[in-house]
């Protein structure tokens, strides 16, 4: 939405800008505010969306994430379909902040949020918790398939290797489950 109101905002903008141009040139001096009122509305609406992102792993944040939550768990009662999350946590992260140092700290956290994404249907939300953890948003997933969806994970945690890192990144899962017709306090 950001970008499509910019856009529309911009093509109105240099319809406005060509008629007066060919019309009454000396309007023109009404552009500046007009331009600064169009830069404000799109530079808030991107400074929302970036509000919204962990700056490490391009994910989304908690606060999106929680966001998300209450709208999934609303839309799952309203359909009567089960809805998952899966919470992570890498194990040991602190060693390899300790021992390799923080930039490469960071890139585990990239590359698992990375490898994470590519094992999760478009339909999951994956989003940082905060330091070496993860949340994932499962719509329409029931407890099992949520479980099989962690253990997939895990099994690509172990086969991946970070370099340096000479061993594999591991994480344990915990998994909840939000069945059809369950109130908000199930989960």
């Known amino acids: 939405l950001p970008a499509l109101l910019s856009d529309s905002l911009l093509g109105v903008l240099g319809v406005l800008v060509a008629g007066l141009w060919l019309n009454t040139p000396l309007l023109l001096a009404l552009l500046p505010p007009l331009l600064l009122i169009v830069f404000r509305l799109t530079r808030t609406a991107h400074l929302a969306h970036l509000a919204e992102l962990d700056v490490k792993t391009g ?20 359909v009567g379909r089960p809805l998952a999350v899966l919470f992570a946590d890498l194990d040991h992260f602190k060693r ?11 890139h585990v956290l990239l590359q698992t949020s990375n490898l994470m994404s590519s094992v999760l249907r478009k339909t999951d939300l994956v989003a940082r918790f905060g330091g070496e953890e993860f949340v994932i948003l499962m719509p329409e997933v029931g407890a099992v398939e949520a479980q099989a969806c962690a253990e997939r994970i895990r099994a690509a945690l172990e086969q991946e290797r970070v370099p340096p890192l000479t061993y594999p990144v591991t994480a344990s899962f915990g998994v909840a489950e939000l069945g059809p ?3 908000e306090g199930s989960l």
């Not at 994430?65 to 309203?78: G, H, K």
């Open 59 to 78: 994910l989304h944040n908690y606060r999106h994430f929680e966001r998300a939550l209450e709208d999934e768990m609303a839309r799952s009662n309203r």
């Open 96 to 106: 390899i902040n300790d021992r390799h140092g923080h930039a490469v700290g960071d």
């Open 181 to 183: 017709g369950e109130s």
